[in-house]
């Protein structure tokens, strides 16, 4: 009942509440993004979603204006300190997760879940194993198990294995623990950057 319906149900309620805080951060941080470069406020990315159906993912912008797409090994977003791409602005939104706010625009609309595993890009559907697969059954989340446990320093085969884990547990139990194992990863900004990837990413750039 719980995945069916009331999971949906508490993503429409606690969004439309949560939609007020977020036009306030967004009022107050349009400005400073758009200052620092005169680029747009937003960054909206093509994500996959539930059933593999593509849709247009809301975000804060933290790189600079037409920086270049770099991708880890396994099609996951380049993550990593001195990504020289980020903002200044960019780099404490990064730390504190504001960049991701806007998407409460997208659970609201029912693209996504307060809480799932996190959108891959349309990249993700090209040679997909059984394993990556099973994220699929679910919406994508703002945050998720995998994020509860890593943050950002997941990547391949253990980032699908962790999602696979929420699809076969999900319950409003498992929501609750994430939540909150989020909010604790966030405030002590453990894992913001993904390590391995920086290491594959700097062998690839020649660095």
Same mark, same amino acid.
């Given at each position: 009942?719980?995945r ?12 439309? &509440? =949560? ?7 967004? !009022?107050?941080?349009?400005p ?12 909206? =990315?093509?994500? !996959?979603?539930?059933?593999?159906? +593509? ?30 791409? !980020? ?7 990064? @730390?504190?997760?504001?960049? %991701? ?11 996504m ?24 059954? +679910? ?17 391949? %085969? =253990?980032?699908?294995? =962790?999602? @696979? ?5 999900l319950?409003?139990?498992?929501? +609750? @623990? ?11 900004? %453990?894992? &913001? ?9 700097? @062998? %690839?750039?020649?660095?």
């Open positions: 009942m719980y069916k319906f009331f999971k949906r149900f508490l993503d429409i309620l606690l969004s439309m &509440i =949560a939609l007020v805080f977020v036009g306030i951060v967004v !009022v107050i941080m349009a400073i993004i758009w200052l620092e470069d005169r680029g747009p406020v937003f960054y909206n =990315a093509p994500r !996959v979603g539930r059933n593999g159906k +593509v849709f247009k993912m809301f975000k804060l912008r933290s790189m600079k204006v037409n920086a270049p797409d770099i991708r880890n090994a396994d099609g996951s977003t380049y993550n990593a300190a001195d990504d020289p791409r !980020v903002t200044r602005i960019g780099r404490i939104m990064r @730390k504190t997760s504001i960049d %991701e706010l806007p998407q409460i625009l997208n659970v609201f609309l029912g693209h879940s307060f809480i799932g595993p996190r959108p891959a890009t349309p990249r993700f559907l090209e040679n997909m194993t059984p394993l990556m697969q099973e994220r699929l059954k +679910v919406r994508p989340g703002i945050t998720g198990y995998t994020q509860m446990k890593y943050r950002n320093s997941a990547q391949g %085969e =253990a980032r699908y294995t =962790a999602d @696979k884990y929420y699809v076969d547990n319950s409003f139990a498992l929501d +609750v @623990k994430i939540l909150f194992g989020t909010v604790f990863k966030v405030l002590k900004r %453990e894992n &913001i950057y993904n390590n391995v990837s920086k290491q594959d990413q700097s @062998k %690839e750039i020649g660095g």
